[in-house]
């Protein structure tokens, strides 16, 4: 009797251990269905903050009819974002969970941080180019009408799109656009467009920044696109300690894309396009006197105007500009040029 309780107890053992790897592997084995947010997750964020995701759970629905919920935690659970891959803008944006190539979608709302605001029109741009206590301000889509806008403190403008923030030149006269008198300048995604009878984003010849960095800019219509000017009078050789231009797009200007009158420390010139001006693409001179390192990477400069005056030329470095200038005679120019993976004629 002893021996067959002992052999029932061990088919039952058996039995309970088949029937539980029998559900086990059908639960690994059955098909998502899908899952939705089954409870909250972070919805607010301020710009420049990484999406993850937190204190929430999905709720996952098997082929099988199975619903479980899982934690944020869970392996192979990601959290990605539609189009850019960062929080760049005070905007609305859309997140996206994705688990077992299965997808949900939720939306998130980006703030401006502290020391940051978010401009829809003209009136509310100047409202923050006045107040001194912002140090960057976002430009929603739109066209924003100037005359002549003047950027005197040390401030970033960044706009939603390239193609979809315009600031335009509102009237007809020869007065330069943009005119750039801060110690750093900042800029990235604008289109700036002009009358073909102005320059675009003006320098004086007696400023030296700090730093120059313009990143993802449309430059059109103008006289000349870019225009650093000249300084033949101080013996000032440094335009700027740091010159940084990516996916720059000067074209279809009456002359050159850009004059750069006075060398920079150091200048960083990647995938631009200046091409289709009139004259010229990029120029660089320098002024006499110090120290330089400029780089030229990618990009085209073609440039077919047939004017008659200046020439086309896609890159022009003007090197010893100016050297026989009183202030400037005995100077030593000392650096490096490297122009590499460009088309230029």
Sequence with gaps: MKKISKILCSALILCTAMTCCFVGCGKNQSSI?????????????????????TDGAISVTYEDGTITQLP????????????????????????????KNKTCKYPINVTAGNNEVLVTNVSTLNSALNNNTINT???????????????????KLIGQSTDGVIISKSINTTTSHINLTSDNV??????????KVCQGLYGAGDKAYNSFILKNINITSYTYGIY?????????????????????????????GAYIGRVTTTGIFTNCNMSDNKARGLTICTMGGGTY??????GNYNNNGGDTVYGNRGIHLCLDHYITVANYNNAEMIGKVLVENVTAT
């Design 228 to 256: 650093l000017a000249d300084n033949t009078t101080t013996g000032q050789n440094e335009l700027a300690k740091e010159m940084i231009f990516e996916n720059v797009n000067s074209s279809k200007n009456e002359n050159y």
């Design 293 to 298: 390192d400029i780089k030229i990477s990618g």
């Design 33 to 53: 269905l899908g899952f939705t947010i089954a409870s909250s997750t972070k919805t607010n964020y301020i710009v420049g903050e990484n999406v993850k995701a």
């Design 137 to 155: 301000i976002y430009l929603a889509n739109g066209t924003y009408n100037y005359d002549a806008l003047t950027i005197s403190r040390d401030v």
């Design 186 to 195: 900042y800029m990235e995604k604008l289109t700036f467009k002009g009358n």
């Design 72 to 99: 944020f935690s869970t392996a192979g659970l990601t959290i990605s974002l539609e189009g850019e891959d960062k929080l760049s803008f005070p905007e609305q944006r859309t997140a996206v969970i994705t688990y």
